[in-house]
């Protein structure tokens, strides 16, 4: 049986893989300093829960005795939060993985899949965005999620740990988080919908998204971590194939709007996604207006 370790795994994509592999009567492990909120009780009870800073090299390498894989999903998130806190998000989002990154040699882990971001990608000139492109990263954030995808192609090739990086896109679904620093518009919009207030759209609301549901996330995790035909380093797009505007996924939820000043970020974002699909049989099953009508029932949000 497959031992898991999922790094930052209290949070939104980490509960749901947790739940994944519960089901699929995998070991799973949660190692989380529950920075974000304590989530715990949304993992399944079979899970296996640690506190820890994945700073905290030596304590790491402790708890990834006799794991087999390693998910790195912790962060310190957005691109906002990073502009104004950059020393900070660089420490926990460089530092921290060059310590799960050590940590793993150490417990001799055959395999990291580390969530690396589509805000690698920047603004560019064309679309849908292929890992082949240049990285441009325009914010802290950006960058940092970026260095550690070189880090794991190094930890590869220098010293033989299996390693795969994964660019989520905008990933929604199950137990989303509406508030704080890891809010996302999905979960901003179910909010605000929810308390009668109106849908704050940054800017005119044309900029748009590639919304990828975490069922679909989650399979690609499961794909790369269990795959024999990667873990060199490579990196693949986890993006639906298809971008929506904020505009349209107000009109999906429903409910007044109103428009609030633009922020610094990309214009669009669309993932291809043929490099996962004939590499790993990754595809997305959901559509986007159906995962949208599915939390809106999760929410209790009539129409």
Excluded: C
Aim: proline share 4%; no cysteine; charged share 25%.
């Amino acid at each position: 049986m497959h031992t898991y370790a999922i790094i930052g795994g209290a949070g939104f994509i980490g509960t749901n893989l947790s739940e994944r592999l519960v089901a699929e009567e995998k070991r799973v492990i949660v190692i989380d300093d529950l920075s974000a909120g304590d989530h715990r009780d949304r993992l399944p009870k079979e899970v296996e829960f640690h506190q820890e800073d994945m700073r905290n090299t030596e304590a790491v390498t402790a708890l990834l005795a006799n794991v087999d894989v390693v998910v790195l999903l912790a962060a310190l998130p957005r691109v906002q939060f990073s502009i104004q806190y950059p020393r900070e998000t660089h420490d926990v989002n460089v530092n921290g993985i060059l310590s799960v990154l050590e940590a793993a040699r150490a417990a001799r882990v055959s395999r990291v899949v580390y969530a690396a971001s589509s805000s690698a990608y920047g603004d560019q000139e064309t679309l849908p965005l292929s890992e082949d492109l240049p990285a441009q990263p325009k914010s802290p954030y950006a960058l940092q999620k970026y260095i550690g995808e070189q880090y794991m192609k190094l930890w590869s090739s220098i010293y033989g740990l299996k390693t795969v990086s994964l660019r989520f896109f905008n990933v929604y679904g199950k137990h989303m988080d509406p508030e704080g620093a890891y809010a996302l518009v999905v979960g901003k919009f179910l909010k605000a919908r929810k308390e009668g207030k109106p849908l704050p759209i940054t800017g005119d609301g044309e900029q748009t998204r590639d919304f990828t549901h975490v069922r679909d996330t989650v399979d690609a995790v499961v794909r790369a971590a269990e795959s024999e035909v990667v873990g060199h380093g490579e990196v693949f797009n986890v993006g639906a194939g298809d971008n929506v505007s904020i505009n349209e996924l107000a009109r999906l939820i429903g409910g007044e709007v109103e428009y609030v000043e633009a922020r610094l970020e990309p214009k669009h974002t669309k993932a291809d996604n043929s490099k996962i699909h004939e590499v790993l049989g990754w595809q997305p099953t959901v559509v986007f207006a159906d995962g949208i009508t599915e939390l809106k029932v999760e929410w209790g949000i009539a129409e």
